[in-house]
């Protein structure tokens, strides 16, 4: 991936808006000069962005190709089009729809689309990794859908696939999720649809957090086992943000009606380009090689924090993710986080399965490797940033030692340049 960028690209923002220019510039500086280890984050190619900050940001395009209701679509629809064909090869689904705006409106329309209201989501219990839009009470789809949640196992933290079965056929939901936003295991796909065809259940995976490790080959495909596929844009598979469903030619129709006019008006014809620009490079051997790597550092940041005294969940990791359970260190993960920000090593804190403590102030951290993957460390650098971590950890409340290793994180970071940046 290029890196090159001319300074000039934000000269209009700078002649405009110098405010917004400068909060831009700084946090460019930040993306620079920090390890990123948010799971759900990553760096986009300067193409990406050039296509997402386009000229097809002045449209409206409310419809789907061929079947739009304002004029003036002479190119849009070839533009939709030709993103949908690649998503499906991509994904090997016969149905794509690309228009979500992001994730949540994206499993919105998939309940809207497959289930009535008031019929039962079965998805992972959000303090176990899954995501709020599984059916959890707080978010709509656990309001205006009943729904029921299962966890992951009391020991080994891992899904329980005989647990599901068990309470997907007492429970007879009529949808059953896989997918997380902090579960390290791969999961088996074959094992939920399996499960799905058996309570006589539709069977959504949401693959945001993993989607690029799976077109990769670095993760197994839900796609012969799926009714429907979501995934975000913007994670693993380094896109801009946003989300894409895929699906079964039967439930084709229905996803599109949920998405248009179900829950959106005119989708964003600019992301939807930068979606197709992320789509093409992902369809590369380079975007193979990186999948692959992501987890091969994942492992091996893992490892190296396992070596140095810290309690993982399920022990390591077989994705993107590592999942630390800080409460044997005595640090929560607020502090920890902060810590390590202050020191240029950017991750977030996270519940754990049966966390004792607050959501807000939780025991545990979330990494990840998709960002410094694509910045092109290995497992020597994750090697590195483990050590930097561990000794951040031990002295979170010595801003003298915080602030040497962030001068550090600067200096090693000035050597990994970022795809996209001009600073
Ligand atoms: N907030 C996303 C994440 O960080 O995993 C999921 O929605």
């Not at 994730?103 to 709020?132: D, F, Q, R, T, W």
């Not at 896109?239 to 079964?248: E, S, T, V, Y």
């Not at 754990?352 to 102030?361: G, L």
Request: net charge negative; proline share 5%; aromatic share 8%.
């Amino acid at each position: 991936m290029t890196t090159e960028v001319s300074d000039q690209y934000l000269a209009g923002v700078q002649r405009t808006d110098p405010d917004i220019f400068r909060l831009i510039k700084e946090e460019e500086r930040y993306q620079v000069e920090s390890i990123r280890l948010i799971p759900s984050e990553n760096y986009t190619s300067r193409a990406v962005m050039e296509a997402t900050g386009s000229v097809l940001a002045n449209k409206y395009s409310e419809g789907y190709p061929g079947r739009r209701y304002y004029e003036g679509q002479r190119y849009i629809d070839d533009l939709e089009t030709l993103v949908q064909d690649r998503a499906k090869a991509l994904f090997g689904m016969a149905h794509a729809n690309v228009q979500p705006y992001s994730g949540s409106p994206a499993n919105l329309a998939v309940y809207m689309a497959l289930l009535a209201p008031g019929e039962k989501i079965m998805g992972l219990a959000l303090p176990h990794g899954g995501h709020l839009t599984h059916g959890w009470g707080v978010s709509a789809t656990g309001k205006f859908w009943t729904s029921v949640q299962y966890e992951v196992d009391a020991q080994t933290h891992r899904i329980d696939y005989d647990r599901v079965r068990e309470m997907a056929l007492r429970e007879r939901p009529r949808i059953i999720v896989a997918g997380a936003t902090a579960y390290p295991r791969e999961y088996d796909f074959a094992k939920f649809g399996e499960i799905a065809r058996e309570a006589g259940a539709y069977f959504l995976a949401d693959i945001s957090h993993i989607s690029g490790l799976i077109v990769a080959g670095a993760h197994p495909d839900p796609a012969p086992y799926a009714d429907a596929i979501m995934t975000t844009t913007h994670k693993t598979l380094r896109g801009p943000r946003g989300a894409m469903i895929l699906c079964k030619e039967e439930h084709a129709e229905a996803i599109d009606k949920a998405v248009f006019p179900g829950l959106q008006g005119g989708p964003h014809e600019n992301t939807i380009a930068g979606v197709g620009v992320a789509l093409k490079e992902a369809a590369t051997a380079d975007f193979r090689a990186y999948g692959h790597q992501v987890v091969a550092n994942a492992r091996a940041l893992a490892a190296e924090l396992r070596e140095r005294g810290f309690d993982l969940i399920t022990g390591g990791t077989d994705n993107h993710l590592v999942l630390i359970d800080l409460t044997g260190k005595k640090v929560i993960g607020k502090k920890a986080a902060k810590a390590l920000d202050r020191a240029n090593i950017v991750g977030n804190y996270n519940t754990i399965p049966f966390d004792p403590r607050k959501p807000f102030s939780p025991s545990g951290l979330r990494i990840g490797t998709p960002s410094v993957t694509t910045r092109g460390m290995k497992e020597e650098e994750m090697r590195r940033i483990a050590r930097w971590m561990d000794e951040v950890v031990e002295n979170v409340k010595d801003e003298d030692a915080l602030d040497r290793v962030g001068a550090e994180v600067r200096d090693f970071c000035r050597q990994y340049p970022a795809p996209g940046m001009a600073v």
